[in-house]
């Protein structure tokens, strides 16, 4: 297992949890979201 140090941990990928990856991103934030379903 790898180890990384991000700035913020979304954790849910439903509407609010990207919106709010996509903003922190814009703002030079280093973003990780985790998300418990698999996605296509």
């Known amino acids: 297992m790898q180890s990384k140090i991000v700035d913020v941990l979304i954790i849910g990928a439903g509407p609010s949890g990207c919106v709010a990856a996509a ?13 418990k379903s698999k996605f296509p």
Request: neutral net charge; hydrophobic residues 45%.
């Open 23 to 35: 903003y922190l991103k814009q703002k030079g934030l280093e973003i990780l979201v985790v998300e």
